[in-house]
């Protein structure tokens, strides 16, 4: 896994959900719920987070679904009538939460330059910087050759994002690096039989 790439794992910038920064997380909410699916056991599938664009179709920042719930529960802490649990949880009924909903998403979605990874560093670089900075997913940014303009700097404005790589995407090729079957794990390497 230490030397694949990052690009070789994300998904494509243009099949994933996208939403102005203007938008609300009504809208928001309704974006990342098309894109859920029910499998026919019952499993549910869809994009945790959307990608977020300004007026000129350059991508922003992300939004997740925790920023979301994040976002709503600070709504809830900020009514006076809600001091417990059970009077939180009155919250979300669709009274309450239809004047909350008007907020915007770039008041609460995460920077682009709070946590990205370039297509040619490795998987795991792009473990590292998903750890450190305690997200789930990272924009991949297209590196440019470097040039004696640059000087190996990459102003992230000058930069395009071309996919997303998730936490999930990672963890499903760490089955291949372990040679997962179904029912047992097998390392490629052999283990030493002596005690830890």
């Known amino acids: 896994m230490h030397d694949r790439l990052v690009k070789e794992v994300m998904v494509p910038i243009n099949v994933y959900p996208v939403i ?3 938008a609300t ?3 928001a909410i ?5 894109t859920f699916k029910i499998l026919p056991n019952n499993v549910l599938t869809g994009y945790r987070s959307i990608i977020v664009l300004d007026d000129n179709k350059e991508i922003v920042g992300i939004l997740t679904i925790r920023s979301l719930l ?3 529960e600070m709504e809830a802490h900020n009514e006076k009538t809600l001091s417990t649990i059970a009077s939180w949880a009155l919250f979300f009924t669709k009274s309450k939460m239809d004047k909350h909903l ?3 998403v770039k008041d609460i979605m995460r ?3 709070i946590a990205y990874v370039y297509e040619n560093e ?4 792009a473990v590292h910087t998903i750890l450190t900075k305690q997200v789930n997913s990272l924009p991949v ?4 050759a470097v040039t004696e303009l640059t000087m190996g700097e990459y102003p992230l404005e000058n930069n395009k994002v071309i996919g997303i790589i998730r936490a999930i995407d990672i963890f499903n090729i760490i089955g291949d690096v372990l040679e997962v079957d179904d029912k047992v794990i097998t390392f490629p390497v052999k283990m030493s039989k002596k005690p830890f």
């Open 111 to 113: 920077s682009l330059e």
């Open 25 to 27: 997380i009504g809208e």
């Open 20 to 22: 102005n920064k203007n």
């Open 141 to 144: 940014i297209e590196k440019p």
């Open 70 to 72: 994040k976002a709503i």
């Open 30 to 34: 309704n974006v990342l719920k098309k």
């Open 102 to 104: 008007n907020i915007q």
């Open 122 to 125: 490795t998987i795991t670089t």
